[in-house]
């Protein structure tokens, strides 16, 4: 299946610094990458999605000043949690859907843990 | 309510057993459906979609029920391999995951 890179795959910051995640797909082209956040023992929940060459589109309650969302490329789209806080600590994972020939599967990076002191 | 409701189980079962789970959804409207299994602490995973008539994927069973709104999931034979936890996912073109089913097969 199709691959998709996620760095750092893990980040433990102090509070108030910046993070910078890096969501890559691999060998097929992305137009549109989704950004999710995972709690323990809890569902993925969407937080935007990523479309290349537009802004992205935020699910409600996520706050788009504080999770700036960057998809410059068909194989890049970045997220930067500004200002992390503890509260901000989470699992996060991308997604990519591959839109060549009609396969709209989405696949998943690895997953960014952080941890936000 | 939530748009995608899962027993969070843990499901404990023996090697060779049969266990069944359900995740119910919201949309009525909703048209495409699947089951992924995530592992402790890494990204999930497609385990199969899940069509109208129901579809086989070896010792995994994946079922719909459009009128009471709910899929379902049935693993034969477990393994001690298949102990993880099992998403239910609904595509109304963002996906929307239940909180996932966890199993554990034990030897």
């Known amino acids: 299946g199709a691959v998709v890179s996620q760095h750092p795959s893990r980040v433990i910051c102090k509070s108030g610094t910046s993070v910078k995640i890096e969501c890559r797909s691999l060998?097929?082209?992305?137009?549109?990458m989704f950004w999710y956040r995972q709690f323990p023992k809890q569902s993925l929940m969407l937080m935007a999605t990523?479309?290349?060459?537009?802004?992205?589109?935020?699910e409600q309650g996520v706050e788009k000043d504080k999770f700036l969302i960057n998809h410059a490329s068909l194989t890049l789209s970045t997220l930067t949690v500004t200002s992390a806080h503890p509260e901000d600590s989470s699992f996060y994972i991308c997604?990519?859907?591959?839109?060549?020939?009609?396969?709209?599967?989405?696949?998943f990076g690895p997953g960014t843990r952080l941890t936000v002191l | 309510r939530k748009e995608v409701e899962q027993d969070p189980g843990p499901f404990n079962v023996p090697e060779g057993a049969t266990v069944a789970f359900n995740c119910t959804y919201s949309?009525?409207?909703?048209?495409?459906f699947f089951w992924y299994r995530q592992d402790c602490r890494k990204e999930p995973k497609l385990l199969m979609s899940?069509?109208?008539s129901g579809n086989e994927d070896g010792r995994f069973t994946a079922q719909l029920n459009r009128a009471s709104q709910y899929i379902s999931l049935l693993i034969r034979d477990s393994k001690l391999s298949d102990s993880a936890t099992y998403l239910c996912?609904?595509?109304?073109?963002?996906?929307?995951f239940g909180a996932g089913t966890t199993v554990t097969v034990r030897a």
């Open positions: 990523s479309n290349e060459g537009s802004k992205a589109t935020y």
């Open positions: 899940v069509y109208s």
């Open positions: 060998d097929f082209q992305a137009t549109t």
């Open positions: 997604s990519a859907r591959d839109i060549a020939e009609g396969v709209y599967e989405q696949f």
């Open positions: 949309n009525s409207a909703s048209q495409s």
């Open positions: 996912v609904v595509n109304d073109y963002k996906l929307s």
